[in-house]
């Protein structure tokens, strides 16, 4: 394939404006899907399920079923909008949005269309150095996810090349909350970071809300980035793509630059934008063509005749307006100060999208310094080197387990490292993969005097030296200790020990 064409990205800021959309699909972590009494997979209970497990007949559209609505995701829609700063609509209904594709049964998606749940909101969005953009939310809507779709033979896991497909259904009719934003203008060289940084907000509100586990790594939580460019000095927008499905904040913050730079490249040759859909390539850092967006837009909506018009009370509203968190960026300063983090440290957790790792690690009894140590460090050096995100390797509870065997004196910072890449490798909780490798401090100070022992018998002049007040020279004592217990002793225990021997403790 043809390598493509990218304008340098600050040439391509001077000459042509970005213009930003996003589409976020939420999974709600309802006890049961949207349409049926089918076990929900996108709650934790659930997930892992086998497939094609958690289904029912309205799920895979056998015929005489019928649907019927979710109150549980009807109410978690509704504070969600008013989180969004949405407008509720008195009446909404369901519409089907008809297309073919195998992991879709019925060949319809139930969803909403001109009467969404909510419409018309803003949402604040935090930027490096606490610079404030407000984003403007067109409308949040209910609907059913489709189910999955695994292809086989290939060798990118694509469609393209596979031999064939297999579909679960299990996340069909998994509730959905579609948030859609109108066009974003102004973004202008930091577009990349505000995408990142509004998607790590959505995160944040759907956990604090506790409507949604807003796992990416697990689909919970799904975005389609839209960008367009247009000449400066221009009003008419450009043509836009669409990056589809895109599963991690650092990825959609790639992906808009990427496409920022293409269009630009094309642009600025005399070339025209495709209106498209785009597919993600996290390997190569690029994206790829999908299908054409000129023949999506009829998919023959009509109104769901098996379903009535929803429509929430003005109490109701205002009785789950009443159990709305506060705000992300709002909850985010008073984060910081909780914490006592300097603007660099916070900023730290914030960029690398961990703020609800670390509160969830420091909610767990760990100190917020050692949370953010453990997450900003060697998780994400471990996530960095497998091109996976952080959260994916590890809960926030095992971490905090892992802190506590340092504080107890259990572990080293060295061991601790070793029993989290025994973790990370599914060897079990902290305390299983201490004991499964041995990797706890010897306390037994006959062995630590043992090995000193032996240590100065190898450097006899040692001793003479520190009772002479060269207490320095214990250090080559310490590190043959150390080395002689697999890392596995208290180096200041062994420096008092030592001390001790020389009669300067």
Known sequence: MAKVALMDFDEALERFEPVLGFEIHVELNTETKMFSAAANPANEKHHGAPPNTLVAPVDMGLPGSLPFVNEQAVRSSIRLGLALGCEIAPSSRFARKNYFYPDLGKNYQISQYDEPIAFEGAVE???????????????????????????????????QGAEYSLVDYNR??????EIVTKPIFGAEHRAPELAKAYIATI????????????????GNLRCDANVSLRPRGQDKLGIRTETKN???MRSVERAVRYEIQRQAAILAGGGTI????RHWHEDTGTTSPGRPKSDADDYRYFPEPDLLPVAPSAELVEELRQTLPEPPAAHRRRLKADWGFTDLEFQDVVNGGLLAEVEATVAAGAAPAAARKWWTGEITRVANARQSEPAALVEPGAVAQLQALVDAGTLTDKLARQVLEGMIAGEGSPQEVVDARGLAIVSDDGALVAAIDDALAAQPDVLAKIRDGKVQAAGAVIGAVMKAMRGQADAARVRDLILERAGRA
């Open 125 to 159: 969005v935090e930027l490096d150095g606490g610079d404030i953009v407000s984003v403007p939310i067109e409308r949040a809507h209910m609907e059913e996810d489709a189910g999955k779709l695994t292809h086989v033979g290939g060798a990118t896991g694509r469609i």
């Open 172 to 177: 069909a009719g998994v509730p959905l909350v």
């Open 203 to 218: 995160r944040d509100m759907v956990r604090a809300l506790g409507i949604s586990e807003a796992r990416m790594e697990r």
């Open 246 to 248: 895109v599963n991690s």
């Open 274 to 277: 495709t209106q498209e859909t």
